[in-house]
């Protein structure tokens, strides 16, 4: 069973950055790759970041940029850093890892951007 815990969300203003973490609790070498996920309210849920485990690095077009993902397998987490936040960056941020055909998610944190 793999446990993916979220944290780092919270309410900011335009302009403004965060750093969401994904914490697992097994070593993040042993996925595939892992990611991050957000859903706005009535939007689907899309793909923001991802990083393989050779560290190569996949962004949506829309935060290009902006936001920066990374791993620090010590810890067994991964970052997101968001900057230059925009309202429309406002969702619930899940973390995901992939690995054998399977995809584990995390229960999301709320990311919250004011104008």
């Known amino acids: 069973q793999v446990q993916l815990v979220e944290s780092g969300g919270g309410l900011v203003q335009a302009g403004g950055s965060l750093r969401l973490s994904c914490a697992a609790s097994r070593s993040i070498f042993s996925f595939n790759a892992m990611g991050w996920y957000r859903q706005a309210p009535g939007k689907q849920r899309e793909s923001v970041a991802a990083?393989?485990?050779?560290?190569?690095?996949n962004y949506a077009d829309s935060v290009k940029g902006r936001l920066s993902i990374s791993r620090d397998n010590a810890k067994n987490t991964v970052y997101l850093q968001m900057n230059d936040l925009t309202p429309e960056d406002t969702a619930v941020y899940y973390c995901t890892a992939y690995r054998l055909g399977h995809t584990y998610w995390g229960q999301g944190t709320q990311v919250t951007v004011s104008s």
């Open positions: 990083i393989r485990r050779d560290d190569t690095t």
